[in-house]
């Protein structure tokens, strides 16, 4: 659908004055923004979301919440030799001794993260699992989006302030909470110095405050909650890390996420797909949540580079040798090709290399590139997945006109967890959809990119 269709071609189920509207969200914007050096279209409307895909949005949290616990469980017992040494092997690839010993320690034992965020592609079969975050960008930016929208649309996910009080939830009956932030995470601080602002203004406990890069865990009040927004492999940049996980070991301080590289690790998908464990996960999700699991989550491998006998081949590809993904031709090359994790290149686009798009030099470079780097920065492969193109509205505020643009779309519900262990419940708090232009195949925030809150159509069929 060309950029410059008319608007009477998109179905515009409110009533609203779309000029007024953007300029109510330009207006509002606070100064200095919620991204440093961030730009983004301002839609004008929600992303409509169907009552099907709601009641499926709403049950995800609890599905992968459980996901995460059985990680957790799958991890501790390939450490006591209940399961196979493998899989711990894997997942410590890479990993610094303190970090491993942070991870394995009791006092972390069942904790698993707080905040989850599924990144979800939307497909014409539905949604597509790609990446899971727990330590995710984006809060303040979808608190604020569903905060402004809610003035004029009701339906908002959420309400105007789910996001705010989700967040708040996870500190528990904390009086105090701060979150920290890493030089490589800086980027997000304005949009969290806004969540907390504005959870403050309510005068509701916990007080939320933020620390900028060099904070120092011994100024934090003893009792105090702490929300670590840095993912672990900014350790080795972050003296002042390990003391704050010291003080979380002598129970001073609480912190989420707790200090556990391998559910910050694209591998637990893979995990969850290898035929080896299958067992395992129906015994510890049932077969409802595997089945659900894998309806979402695409085939994904560990880019293992260990020699195979010669009758073996690799699941679902049947090749024998890693080696023959460089000869497969272009349209065979249906896959993405990621880093798993503890990198400063596993997060938003960087580290992800889509075979279909690259020639065969790039794709073969690239898959040299993962087998070489497996014992300190593993990769894996995952099928693609074709996204549906969706119009979305936005307004042209050069040109003073509402446009149309058909483009991908990745949505980020936000979860938040309430309470520890059995008593844990994931609550669904709001969402935000980036529909990026057709032409780009990696969905990401960027200035072509509409951003909106998600909403549950009025009238939408069942």
Known sequence: MPENQ???????????????????????????????????????????????QFKELENMGRVLLAFYQALNRLYRA???????????????????????????????????PQVIRPDLLLTEDGFRLTELDSVPGGIGLTAWLQQIYSDFYPEIVGGASGMLEGFASIFGQSPHATIVFSEEAETYQPEMEWVARAWNQKGTE?????????????????????????????????????????????????????????????????????????????????????????????????????????HAAIPELNLTNWEDLKSLSQKERRFALKISGFSESAWGSRGVYIGSDLSSEEWSDAVDQALKGFRDTPYILQRFQNTALTPMRWWDFQNDRERVQSGRVRLCPYYFVKGRGDQAEASWAGAMATICPADKKIIHGMSEAVLSPAAVAPNSSQ
């Open 206 to 310: 916990p007080e939320i405050s933020v620390k900028s890069p060099g904070w120092d865990s011994d100024q934090l009040k003893t009792g105090t909650a702490v929300y670590r927004f840095f993912e672990m492999f900014d350790w080795k940049n972050m003296p002042e890390a390990s003391r704050l996980w010291e003080r979380a070991m002598n129970r001073e301080l609480t912190v989420t996420p707790p200090p556990k590289t391998f559910l910050e690790e694209k591998m637990g998908m893979a995990l969850f797909w290898n035929g080896r464990l299958q067992d395992f996960w129906i015994q510890e999700l049932g077969r409802g949540f595997v089945r659900r699991l894998k309806e979402w989550i695409p085939y994904t491998w560990v880019v293992d580079p260990t020699p195979m006998p010669p």
């Open 6 to 52: 008319t608007n009477a071609e998109v179905p515009n189920p409110a009533n609203v004055d779309k000029k007024c509207f953007a300029q109510h969200v330009h207006q509002a914007l606070p100064e200095g923004g919620l991204f440093a050096g961030h730009e983004w279209r301002v839609a004008t409307e929600p992303f409509w979301l169907d009552q099907q």
């Open 78 to 112: 390939s450490v006591e030799g209940k399961q196979p040494e493998w899989i711990a092997h894997w997942l410590e690839l890479g990993k610094p001794e303190q970090v491993i010993q942070w991870q394995r320690s009791s006092r972390f034992k069942s904790a698993v």
